[in-house]
């Protein structure tokens, strides 16, 4: 049973998130893709594993309390176990995407959570290298590389009309 987070929570999620030390944590959006890579991908990654990304370091995050961090963990689990209910149905997964201060989602924060998900498996290399399935991608990589600092892995300027279509 899906029990997604509520905007509330979600912004809980995010503000303990903002506030860990060395600001290196990732924002909900981050998470979010990160998690939907971890989970529709070919192998298991474990806590232990992942949440260092996800805080920014094994010494980034510092509970306050028992009671903060069984609140923090369980809005983590909630989300991760929402995205796996969600494909396991075989249904869309619709992204969390903060917007700018335009109001526009950017879902650059998404693709960055996204492929950082897929450099923890192995076997995402395999579909991203493959002619016939890695298509699929593009769209990902686009979005990961759009400000990327090396002007060679920039793709052409998404441009505002594109963007919606990119991030569908």
Same mark, same amino acid.
């Given at each position: *049973?899906?029990?997604?987070?509520?905007?509330?929570?979600?912004?809980?999620?995010?503000?303990?998130?903002?506030? &860990?030390?060395?600001?290196?944590?990732?924002?909900?959006?981050?998470?979010?893709? #990160?998690?939907?890579?971890?989970?529709?991908?070919?192998?298991?990654?474990?806590?232990?594993?992942?949440?260092?990304?996800?805080?920014?370091?094994?010494?980034?995050?510092?509970?306050?309390?028992?009671?903060?961090?069984?609140?923090?963990?369980?809005?983590?689990?909630?989300? !991760?176990?929402?995205?796996?209910?969600?494909?396991?149905?075989?249904?869309?997964?619709l992204p969390?995407?903060?917007?700018?201060?335009?109001?526009?989602? *950017?879902?650059?924060?998404?693709?960055? /959570? #996204?492929?950082? /998900?897929?450099?923890? &498996?192995?076997? !995402?290399?395999?579909?991203?290298? @493959?002619?016939?399935?890695?298509? &699929?991608?593009?769209?990902?990589?686009?979005?990961?590389h759009e400000? @990327?600092?090396?002007?060679?892995?920039?793709?052409?300027?998404?441009?505002?009309?594109?963007?919606?279509?990119?991030?569908?």
């Open positions: *049973q899906n029990n997604p987070l509520t905007d509330a929570e979600l912004d809980r999620l995010g503000e303990f998130l903002a506030a &860990c030390a060395g600001g290196d944590a990732m924002n909900v959006e981050d998470l979010d893709g #990160f998690f939907a890579a971890l989970v529709g991908g070919p192998e298991v990654v474990m806590p232990s594993e992942y949440l260092p990304e996800v805080f920014g370091g094994t010494d980034a995050h510092e509970f306050g309390s028992l009671e903060e961090a069984n609140e923090i963990l369980a809005l983590l689990m909630r989300h !991760w176990n929402d995205i796996a209910g969600t494909l396991t149905r075989g249904e869309v997964y969390i995407l903060l917007q700018d201060e335009n109001g526009i989602p *950017q879902g650059n924060d998404w693709a960055r /959570g #996204f492929m950082r /998900g897929v450099k923890m &498996c192995d076997g !995402w290399a395999e579909l991203i290298a @493959d002619e016939e399935r890695g298509g &699929c991608m593009v769209p990902v990589l686009m979005l990961y400000n @990327d600092p090396d002007p060679e892995m920039r793709p052409a300027q998404i441009r505002a009309e594109q963007r919606e279509t990119v991030i569908e």
